[in-house]
C-alpha cells in the first residue's frame, strides 16, 4: 500500500449536549475514546475503547451527559485499510476494541496540524489531509501492532498464556520472601517489567503487584483464622519484615486490622 486514501481524521471534547450522530456511513471510520464515556449503538464505552464502522453500516453515537467522552477519528475508504484494521485489532461482534491508553493514538492525531494549540475540535478534510493522513496511518498502525490488545493467533496467545502461569507458579512460590518483587520476577522470567505487567494485566486484569498483594493477603487471612503466632510472625511468613507495614497493609487490603480479623475469624468459627 503505498497511499492508503483517509478522507478526514480529527478529534473533539465532546459537550454533553453534542447531538445524536445516527447516519448510515459512507465510509469507514476508526475512533479512539481518550477520556469519558459515550455510547455507540446502544452501547457505553469508555476511555481505552474504540469502535470500527465499516462503510454502508448504519451507526449511532453520542457522548455521555455526566462524563462527555473526548475521542479522535480516522475515516477513510480505502478497503485495504479496512482490511489491515481488522487483521490487527481484535474488534468483538459489535465493532468494539480495546487499546492501551499508554500509546498516544489521541495524541498522536491532535498533533498532527495543531501541535501548539488545543481547540476542542479539529477536523482535516484538506487536500493536505490525503499526504499528512498517510503518514498518520503508518503511525497508528505501527501503534496498533504492538498494542497489548492486538489480535494474535491462537498460537501466540497460547505461549502467552503459558507465561502468565509461569509468572503466578513463581509468586506463589516466592511471596514469602521480603525481598521478592515484579522485578525480581521479571529478571527471572528474562522478559521486560512493562511487558510482564501489560501480559499479565491483559490475561488476569490485575497487574503482578496487585497478584503478589493478594497472595501474600489471602495467605495471611488463612494463618490468622488457623494459628495463634504473633502478628509479627505472620507478617515475616508473608514476605513482611516489618510487623506495623503489614498491618496497614492488611487493614487496607481487608478493611480490618490483624487483630481484628483473627478476632472476627475467631467468633465465626464459634457460631458455626
Excluded at 485489532?89 to 501541535?115: C, T, W
Excluded at 499479565?200 to 493478594?214: D, E, K, V
Aim: hydrophobic content about 35%; overall charge positive.
Amino acid at each position: 500500500m503505498d497511499k492508503p486514501e483517509i478522507i478526514s481524521y480529527g478529534y473533539e471534547f465532546c459537550k454533553a449536549d453534542k447531538e445524536i450522530i445516527d447516519v448510515i456511513s459512507t465510509y469507514h471510520m476508526l475512533h479512539f475514546i481518550a477520556k469519558g464515556k459515550g455510547f455507540f449503538n446502544g452501547r457505553e464505552l469508555c476511555a481505552g475503547q474504540g469502535f470500527l464502522c465499516s462503510q454502508v453500516d448504519r451507526v449511532c453515537y453520542y457522548p455521555s451527559q455526566d462524563d462527555p467522552w473526548t475521542y479522535a477519528w480516522i475515516n477513510f475508504r480505502d478497503k485495504s485499510v479496512y482490511d489491515e484494521v481488522t487483521k490487527t485489532i481484535a474488534l468483538d461482534s459489535d465493532g468494539v476494541f480495546e487499546f492501551d491508553l499508554d500509546k498516544p493514538y489521541f495524541k498522536l492525531i491532535r498533533e498532527m496540524n495543531f501541535p501548539h494549540e488545543s481547540p476542542l475540535f479539529y477536523l482535516n478534510r484538506s487536500r493536505d489531509s490525503v499526504l499528512s493522513g498517510a503518514a498518520l496511518y503508518f503511525n497508528i498502525m505501527s501503534y496498533l501492532k504492538c498494542d497489548s490488545h492486538r489480535k494474535t493467533d491462537k498460537k501466540e496467545d497460547s505461549a502467552r498464556l503459558l507465561h502468565v502461569g509461569q509468572a503466578k507458579k513463581i509468586i506463589d512460590y516466592n511471596c514469602n520472601r521480603s525481598t521478592f518483587s515484579v522485578t525480581v520476577l521479571a529478571a527471572e522470567m528474562h522478559l521486560s517489567r512493562a511487558y510482564l505487567r501489560n501480559l499479565f494485566s491483559l490475561f488476569t486484569g490485575i497487574s503482578p503487584q496487585q497478584y503478589i498483594l493478594q497472595v501474600r493477603m489471602e495467605r495471611a487471612k488463612n494463618l490468622l483464622k488457623n494459628i495463634s503466632a504473633p502478628i509479627g510472625v505472620i507478617a515475616t511468613s508473608v514476605g513482611y519484615t516489618d510487623a506495623l507495614q503489614f498491618s496497614k497493609i492488611f487493614k487496607k487490603y481487608a478493611g480490618m486490622s490483624p487483630r481484628e480479623y483473627r478476632k472476627t475469624a475467631s467468633s465465626e468459627a464459634k457460631t458455626e
